[in-house]
């Protein structure tokens, strides 16, 4: 199936957005990128702003489908599905900075002042990612009898540390920092649930 | 003494890209706020880009003094001195969120790409301040004989937990969920240096 303008516009503006932030990132840029008319963007988004809500949808669907369809759901102990889910983010550390950093945590950081509507689709899209890791989460703290901790919490700790080392990235123009990062999250989950998790962490 | 055009034109620049990002803040917004006149501007800096440069080192200078004059360095105990630090960053999670957050993480988080001066000045800040913890964390690691990690590597990790957890706090607009991730990275210095660290997380 061909993509239609909106689809065009969408995915450009995942790239885009993530390459210059979203502030930087004109509607006509967006345009001239995705070769359609200013005519056919303003008949798919009412402004730039609605094009933004519409992107950080289109980013939960896309990498929604990505990590729903991901290897880590198949381990047999929630531990390990959590620790194989971390390996995952850093398997997805690769390639240019524009690549595996995140479109919500970029346009969230500039914009959250700016529009309730892009601050809430951003929340939406990290706190709903967020929530898909609390199942596991959940499970872990009550087979290994860990406390202090709510699913919730951590499963946003996870996402705060992924964005945080995408912004490292950034600064030394260097995905290993993100993947050192990602390593020292990953140390904190088994630190976390040990010594009771032991086992797991070898499944 | 009376602040100049540059001096105000710079914690101008703190508080406006903070609020509203970098791209988001004009030449012209900057001086109607500064109550400079654009001439003035470009008497002291010769772009914007410039300006963005210099509000970094600003920002590293100012939240440099804090930092150096603030309690936690009078800990006798390495650890002690770690975990006071990461106390005082959620005691200065208050207020607005244009308040506590970093103008150097949300500058490079826009900039990375369009700017290699702005991108390595936003370095310079967050990885010079990661590197004013590495002499605690390296006695730290030394008294405690923890192994495999390093005192750069997790001081950076400090600050990527302290980035992520800002960029929760602008999509959910509120400050608790930062203060709860810098409760998590807390949590993980001490599991870190436990059992060994037990005495010194109660002096």
Request: one cysteine or more; aromatic letters at 8%.
């Given at each position: ?5 909106r689809?065009?516009?969408l995915?450009?503006a ?30 798919h988004f009412?402004?730039?702003?609605a094009l933004a809500v519409a992107a950080a949808d289109h ?62 689709a ?82």
């Open positions: 199936m061909k993509p239609n303008a689809d065009k516009l995915d450009t995942l790239s885009t957005i993530r390459k210059k932030g979203y502030s930087a990132t004109s509607v006509d840029d967006l345009c001239a990128r995705a070769g359609v008319t200013k005519g056919a963007f303003f008949h009412k402004s730039k702003d980013w939960s669907q896309s990498t929604g489908a990505l990590f729903a369809s991901a290897p880590y759901h198949d381990r047999a102990d929630p531990l390990a599905r959590i620790l194989a889910y971390l390996d995952f983010r850093i398997e997805l550390v690769a390639g240019e900075i524009e690549e595996f950093t995140c479109l919500v945590g970029t346009m969230v950081q500039e914009a959250y002042g700016a529009s309730d509507e892009i601050r809430d951003c929340r939406r899209s990290i706190f709903g990612h967020a929530a898909t890791l609390e199942a596991d989460i959940g499970e872990a703290i009550e087979k290994y009898g860990v406390s202090g901790i709510t699913p919730e919490s951590l499963a946003l700790y996870t996402q705060a540390s992924i964005q945080g080392a995408f912004i490292l990235a950034k600064a030394k123009n260097d995905p290993d920092v993100a993947v050192d990062m990602i390593g020292h999250l990953r140390r904190y989950v088994e630190l976390l649930f040990k010594p009771k998790g032991e086992e797991a962490r070898k499944k």
